[in-house]
């Protein structure tokens, strides 16, 4: 079936960097768009950045540009989200998603000193 886990959230301190995996399983990966999503408590969920299918074009939210970067490695089925400078406001469930069809769990990220 089919499956995407996160994984490398926790908590930081402001400024510190954090890197988030997202592995998936039971599709064909590579015919997919692959985005992060974030849900800070009590809000609703947001756009974070998305991926191509090859990788070659990326897009991210304002909030995280120049900060945040997405990648990902077809061969090994993950998306990762490196998140560098972050801050209090960066704090949230952290998901993945594949075109909005498919979801992970969620992993979180405490961006607290």
């Known amino acids: 079936q089919v499956q995407l886990v996160e994984s490398g959230g926790g908590l930081v301190q402001p400024g510190g960097s954090l890197r988030l995996s997202c592995a998936a399983s039971?599709?064909?990966?590579?015919?997919?768009?692959m985005s992060w999503y974030r849900q800070p408590p009590g809000k609703e969920r947001e756009f974070v950045a998305r991926?191509?299918?090859?990788?070659?074009?990326?897009y991210y939210a304002d909030s995280v540009k120049g900060r945040f970067t997405i990648s990902r490695d077809n061969a090994k089925n993950t998306v990762y989200l490196q998140m560098n400078s972050l801050k209090p406001e960066d704090t949230a469930i952290y998901y993945c998603?594949?075109?909005?069809?498919?979801w992970g769990q969620g992993t979180p990220v405490t961006v607290s000193s």
């Open positions: 991926i191509s299918w090859s990788g070659d074009t990326t």
């Open positions: 998603s594949a075109d909005r069809l498919y």
């Open positions: 039971g599709f064909t990966f590579s015919n997919y768009r």
